[in-house]
């Protein structure tokens, strides 16, 4: 065989092999930096991880904590009053998403949210998590794909991260989350760790700030 065939041969072989690292064995690893932490049967408070997107100043002395569900109607309709609450001062205070779906009514919201992750892998949490949240959005697989392709993530490297399921334990180990701190619907707010009961509105919620 020609040396210059044989250096070809090699060098395609190369790029193939990087190729299926780059598009499959990545995306499967990009989440085992550090290990989950178990969940405890009962929390006082939720915690802060290295898997929780963060919305705002990452040391902001103002900790938002949302438990939410992308299928959840509510949710949509206080999205712009957290967004509010974190653009008017988005040094101090910071908003930390949770998933919490509730299978029982939206068989589908659990997908959704494993494809936000799979959207956090590439650096977009939040592009794909306002997508999301905006009303009339469908949750259908075909959709979740359209959103990805839309705001321009790699789409292979999506795909193969939800054939791989890499992010159901991000999820579920949210969702264990959320039942340790027996919560009964979403979204649930908790501000810097106790549990917001006060209305869901820009003045309801800054109240409760001014008042930490």
Known sequence: MPKKLLLLIISLLAITILSVFIVVVLPERAFQKDELVEIPTTLSEPLITFVDPIRGNKDAKITIVEFGDFACALCKSIEPALQAVISEAPNKRRLIWKDAPNVNEHAETFTASMAAR?????????????????????LNAENL?????????????????????????????????????DISGTPT??????????????????SAIDSL
């Open 118 to 138: 799979c959207a956090q892998d590439q650096g977009k949490f939040w592009e794909y998590h306002d997508r999301l949240m905006l009303p009339g959005t469908s």
């Open 145 to 181: 794909v359209n959103i990805a392709v839309q705001l321009e993530l790699n789409e292979a490297s999506f795909q193969s991260c939800m054939a791989s399921d890499v992010t159901r334990p991000i999820v579920q180990h949210t969702l264990e989350e959320a039942f340790a701190l």
């Open 189 to 206: 707010i908790f501000l810097n760790g106790v549990e917001y009961t006060g209305p869901l509105t820009i003045e309801g919620i800054n």
